[in-house]
């Protein structure tokens, strides 16, 4: 028999290798901290359908329970694993609070100041709103901030065309001028008395529908207005209408993204804000016809839903009329080419609104239309719905191809009641990794107000002056380790806690984190000892003022997850 030299070397040297290996392991460090500064990103694989369910008076229902619920997926029904219920309102409590420059006495708790607990973005969409609208709008909208916003109440006007807009604020001034000084600017402008008239949704038609009706009749309409004659004048005005419609798609094209795009950074924004928060979206609608806007429409659902936002959109032209054309001023050859051209008109008026409306039902708010009724609409809209039920599932056998998938909530009893809920999601296109999942989870929940209890926690800081410019606050956090699921690895009891404390300033606006990852390679007796808790210290340097605190707290094998809030006042 023989044997290599190498495989002589492997079997004499193995009991020395093992033996290194243990010890190495029996001198490794039990417990390990990495200390970043944590960045945030969007997505997850998870699906969350906001749902306000109201009995037959329109009020909001908050007594069901995840058992209530049946949710379908293309008619499938699918396990809620995620439920939860948002109530309106909360305020932070105050952490327990000391300063250390009292040489180690307790000194008494600080009260803070009143923190923020609601957040208002009002979006004017001045990029397809007409100047008449706006006026109507401008009188609601300041008289409604005069009386609707309260002290612990922040809220920004923002605009479409990114032309005016202030920021989070309780200035009540700034807040009116922004209102006072708004004006349509239109991306693409467009004549009453255009020949060919086009409109974003009548170049669809024509160009991706083949609409030969639509054709015919806007070429009988060009024929009038560009008063051809002879016998190609019918092949003249369907060519001349055929190439308005190509160059018109693409600019209704950008104008969809440009609008998706600014909303969706308005919903970033809210996002990052400590507390209830609400979009009021005032806009006449607009098209999102493309696959990419619908993508893009869906992105933005989900980010709602992720960061607990809620839209409710405001109609701005008001009480509707039908759309009509004036023969004389369009130069229509008959009564019948111009109803024909005002049916296109209404089915396009249709689906500017849909996306308002769906905007609206995808994230628990309130679509208000076809009335002039602007006091009322502001009052309706600005309120929250007492509950709001949010839903999570994990589709079954999800195919990653982007396609469009139908969602459907019913009740076990639904009797006398209204369900308003997400139509619909896209399915992604790449499967999301644990540590997405996990970064996403976090980012969510530093960016609420809910308070999580499935690790018990208490939160403390302390703050030291070294001068009246400067201090140094410091965020205690005393985690009890009881409940917390370890998994027993090569004879030590392994588990991860990421910790996330940041802080928010006295209007909401997120200031500054740190995460901290605490690696648990833990002895038997050590976990005994320390079973009663441990304390993670993080520090910040700030300036005086009052601050809101935001704690985090995960593991990673259980994935059970708490949060406290606590504000400070440091004088």
Do not use: W
């Not at 708790?109 to 706006?134: N, S």
């Not at 659902?301 to 009329?321: E, F, H, K, P, Q």
């Not at 038997?524 to 005086?544: C, H, Y």
């Amino acid at each position: 028999m023989r044997c290599s030299r190498a495989g002589i070397v492997l079997a004499l040297s193995l009991p020395a290798l093992l033996s290194t290996r243990a010890a190495a392991q029996s001198d490794a460090p039990e417990m390990a901290t990495q200390e970043s500064a944590p960045t945030f990103k969007s997505g997850v694989n998870l699906v969350l359908v906001p749902v306000v369910v109201r009995d037959g008076q329109g009020r909001a229902l908050g007594n069901l329970k995840k058992e209530d619920f049946r949710l379908f997926d293309k008619g499938k029904p699918q396990a809620i694993s995620r439920f939860s219920v948002e109530t309106s309102g909360g305020n932070p409590s105050a952490a327990s609070t000391s300063s250390p420059a009292t040489s180690g006495d307790a000194s008494p708790e600080v009260t803070p100041a009143a923190m923020p607990k609601r957040y208002v973005a009002y979006l004017f969409d001045d990029l397809h709103a007409q100047f008449g609208d706006l006026v109507r709008l401008q009188k609601a909208a300041v008289k409604h901030l005069s009386i609707a916003l309260q002290p612990s109440d922040r809220a920004a006007i923002y605009v479409s065309s990114g032309q005016g807009n202030v920021d989070f604020t309780d200035d009540l001034a700034k807040l009116k001028d922004a209102v006072m000084k708004l004006r349509p600017h239109p991306l693409f402008v467009q004549a009453a008395n255009d020949c060919p008239y086009m409109t974003y949704y009548m170049a669809d038609q024509i160009v991706n529908k083949n609409d030969q009706s639509l054709l015919q009749t806007l070429a009988q309409d060009t024929i009038v207005c560009a008063n051809l004659q002879g016998t190609g004048a019918q092949q003249q005005a369907q060519a001349m209408v055929q190439s308005a419609a190509q160059s018109f798609l693409p600019m209704g094209e950008q104008d969809t993204r440009v609008t998706l795009g600014f909303l969706k950074g308005v919903i970033r924004r809210i996002s990052a804000m400590p507390g209830q928060r609400t979009v009021i979206l005032v806009s006449p609608g607009f098209m999102t016809i493309t696959p990419e806007s619908f993508q893009d429409k869906n992105d933005l659902l989900d980010r709602a839903a992720r960061g607990n936002v809620m839209i409710s959109s405001l109609d701005a032209r008001g009480l509707y009329t039908d759309s009509t054309f004036d023969v004389s001023e369009r130069g229509s050859a008959t009564s019948q080419l111009s109803i024909r051209k005002a049916e296109y008109a209404r089915q396009s008026d249709t689906m500017q609104a849909d996306i308002l409306a769906e905007l609206a039902e995808g994230t628990g708010g309130t679509f208000f239309q076809n009335n002039n009724d602007f006091d009322a609409a502001f009052q309706r809209l600005a309120a929250a719905p007492q509950y709001l039920y949010l839903l999570g599932f994990s589709p079954q056998n999800l195919k990653m191809d982007g396609a469009y998938h139908k969602l459907k909530i019913t009740l076990a009893d639904s009797k006398g009641v209204t369900i308003q809920a997400r139509r619909g999601y896209y399915a992604p296109k790449h499967a999301q990794s644990e540590e997405e999942t996990a970064k996403a989870e976090l980012q969510g929940a530093v960016f609420s107000r809910e308070e999580m209890h499935d690790i018990p926690i208490d939160l403390h800081t302390q703050f030291f002056k070294p001068d009246p410019a400067d201090a140094k606050l410091t965020v205690l956090a005393r985690v009890d380790l009881k409940r917390i699921r370890f998994k027993k690895l090569e004879g030590r009891n392994r588990n991860d806690l990421t910790l996330v404390a940041a802080l928010f300033d006295q209007n909401g606006n997120y200031l500054v984190a740190n995460k901290k990852v605490i690696e648990m390679r833990l002895r038997d007796e050590t976990l005994a000892r320390l079973n009663s808790g441990i304390t993670i210290r993080t520090s910040f340097d700030v300036k005086p003022g009052t601050y809101l605190v935001r704690l985090v707290v995960r593991d990673t094998e259980g994935q059970m997850m708490s949060a406290k809030n606590g504000a400070v006042d440091i004088p």
